[in-house]
């Protein structure tokens, strides 16, 4: 197993003000991920699914150590690194890498994207002086930054969106992880140039054997890539199963909602969209009983009362839902 996470908690204290100060000692939190548990075999790619407060960007930070997880327990490659030092995660850094959503935040503008991409190899110790040169020009090459030269010596600010998402990704594979955290690699990219993206980020998974946590609000993306998506609410996952099984016989309403609203390909067919009320609520005040109670369509006597907690309903296939008690 390449990931193991377990019971996985982050709550984000929130700021009082000088009157709330005065008047209550209780302490407020965002339960931002709020006691999941999921894992990745080596080479395979598991997406997050969720709208926005759904905690999946907290929990690819979490998995890869940048925030500090609150409770539960991290296993990367059979390894607990749930409360290991920053210096003590350090030689484990080139195995996880992190795309980030925004390409143009993710590079620094005054460095030439030829030392962008050098960086990881000289902060690990992997390579330097001419054979990390040609390491980075091979890799401009294959994530199809060419001619390599041309564009070693470019800056960001001269590179599309696409371009500059190509260099994010080849600055997260020039340390061949085996982990790499994706958190909406193509939302801020051009539409046209989306499958493009996809499609080298799956070759270089081939290539490389590595593992993608992808993180998207768009199942319609997540189908086409993953082998298994958990669809996350309010901090926690609703269903999860292998890709497969979850678009064949979706279980949670709210997955049959998220279903619902992908566009059928199919010339004049369509299906029935499932509307759902309101917005997702605060992740400081939850609502009590099934969080997602306050928009279901099924809802019931017992669903804001008891937390329905999440059952193997086949195989690897795993639902949260009173439904199915
Ligand atoms: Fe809907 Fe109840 Fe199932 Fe929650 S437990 S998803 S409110 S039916």
């Known amino acids: 197993m390449l990931l193991e996470v377990k019971n996985l908690k982050k709550y984000f204290p929130v700021a009082k003000t ?14 931002a991920v709020d006691g999941i548990s999921f894992s990745m075999e080596e080479g395979g790619v598991f ?5 926005s407060g ?9 998995v890869l150590r940048l925030i500090d997880p609150t409770a539960g327990q991290i296993t990367f490659q059979g390894r607990d690194i749930t409360s290991l030092s920053q210096k003590k995660l350090r030689p484990l850094r080139k195995h996880m890498q992190i795309i980030y959503q925004d390409p143009y935040a993710s590079l620094n503008p005054r460095m030439r994207v030829g030392e962008a991409i050098m960086d990881p190899l000289l902060i690990h110790k992997i390579a330097e002086g001419e054979e990390a040169k040609n390491m980075v020009l091979e890799m401009l090459e294959k ?14 600010a001269y590179l599309s969106g696409g371009q500059r998402q190509r260099v994010a990704i080849a600055r997260a594979m020039i340390t061949r992880p085996k982990l790499v955290v994706a958190d909406e690699p193509v939302s801020m990219i051009d539409v046209s140039l989306r499958a493009s993206i996809l499609d080298l980020m799956m070759d270089l998974r081939k290539e490389f054997g ?15 890539i993953s082998d298994k998506i958990a669809i996350m ?10 890709t497969r099984d979850l678009f064949r016989d979706p279980l949670h309403p709210y997955t049959k909602a998220l279903l619902s609203a992908i566009p059928v390909p199919t010339p004049g067919k369509s299906r029935e ?6 917005e997702i609520p605060s992740a400081i005040d939850i609502p009590p009983g099934c969080r997602f ?8 006597d017992l669903c804001d009362k008891e937390e329905p907690q999440l059952k193997e309903m086949k195989p690897g296939h795993f639902v949260a839902c009173h439904l199915y008690s």
Do not use: N
């Open 18 to 31: 000088f009157i709330e100060r005065l008047l209550t000692r209780e302490e407020r939190y965002v339960k």
């Open 47 to 51: 997406s997050l699914v969720g709208e």
């Open 54 to 62: 759904s905690g999946k960007t907290t929990t690819g930070k979490l």
């Open 143 to 156: 994530v199809g930054l060419t001619p390599p030269e041309v564009f070693y010596d470019s800056y960001p």
């Open 210 to 224: 590595l593992a993608y946590l992808f993180i998207t609000h768009d199942l319609a993306v997540a189908k086409y």
């Open 233 to 242: 609410y309010l901090g926690k996952i609703m269903e999860m199963g292998k």
């Open 273 to 278: 969209r499932i509307k759902l009320k309101g």
């Open 293 to 300: 109670h306050t928009r279901c369509p099924m809802r019931f």
